[in-house]
């Protein structure tokens, strides 16, 4: 069963603009979330994670997040991108008594100018 | 801090042949994984390594994929033979902590960049 759906397989936006990458996971238990960075020809890098406390997470590079239980969403904004966060973006999940890391489908985020 | 290195980078090779990539993860990191990340999908868990037991390989084709890290430090993933389907990229991850702990569930996975497989 699928636990994590990004919404969106490509989001193209103009440079200076806000952005939102959608998330959403299933579970009834709690868990831990996560949002990762894949910049072309390279390896994953952790932006922000969610783990408990203050649902708005702030992360590198000017982006945040927000956990909201109730939609079962971790959404990724940034209120304005730049030519260099063209990536891909991985939302991932772990859920609370497993052991592994589940990602979802990924987002490509292309920056034009 | 030196990261995570991978080799080859790419790779292409004919179904039915044996390939195998390496990977050694940042000093110290217990835990090891690797990951098969087919073109536009996210990357999906094949093995987990503590040291140089395996903590889950549910998702590895036991059939034609093996791997192994003999001494707790660098690890090889072996396909044998190979079918078309394999062609992805072969990413390996590392944390610190042990597997299994609050500590390292919540810690951030350090991963290489990847082998990019091609099966012809």
Redesign the interface.
């Known amino acids: 069963a699928q636990s ?1 759906t990004q919404l969106d ?1 490509q989001v193209p936006v103009f440079e200076e603009a806000p952005v939102e990458l959608r998330c959403n996971y299933s579970s009834s238990v709690s868990v ?1 979330l996560f949002w ?1 960075v894949q910049y072309p ?6 932006l922000l ?1 969610y ?1 408990s406390g203050s649902t708005l997470v702030k992360g590198i590079n000017g982006f945040e997040a927000e956990f909201n239980k109730s939609q079962t969403s971790f959404h990724l904004r940034k209120p304005s991108v730049h030519i260099s966060d063209t990536a891909e973006y ?1 939302c ?1 999940v ?1 859920l609370q008594g497993a ?8 987002t490509r985020l292309t920056i034009n100018p | 801090e030196a990261g995570v290195a991978q080799s080859p980078r790419y790779k292409i090779i004919e179904k039915r042949q044996s390939v195998a990539f390496w990977c050694n993860p940042i000093s110290g990191h217990a835990t090891l994984y690797w990951y098969q990340q087919i073109l536009g999908q996210g990357p999906k868990l094949l093995i987990q390594f503590q040291n140089n037991g395996v903590v889950d390989d549910s998702q590895l084709p036991k059939d034609r994929f093996s791997a192994e890290r003999l001494k707790g430090v660098d690890s090889t993933l072996k396909i044998q033979p190979a079918k078309l389907e394999d062609s992805a990229v072969y990413l390996c991850a590392s944390i610190a902590g042990t597997s299994g702990s609050s500590a390292s569930l919540m810690s951030e996975q350090f991963f290489g960049p990847g082998t990019r497989l091609t099966v012809l």
């Open positions: 994590v397989s831990y990762y020809n390279q390896g994953l890098q952790l994670k783990l991985f991932a772990i052991q592994k890391l589940v990602f979802g489908q990924g």
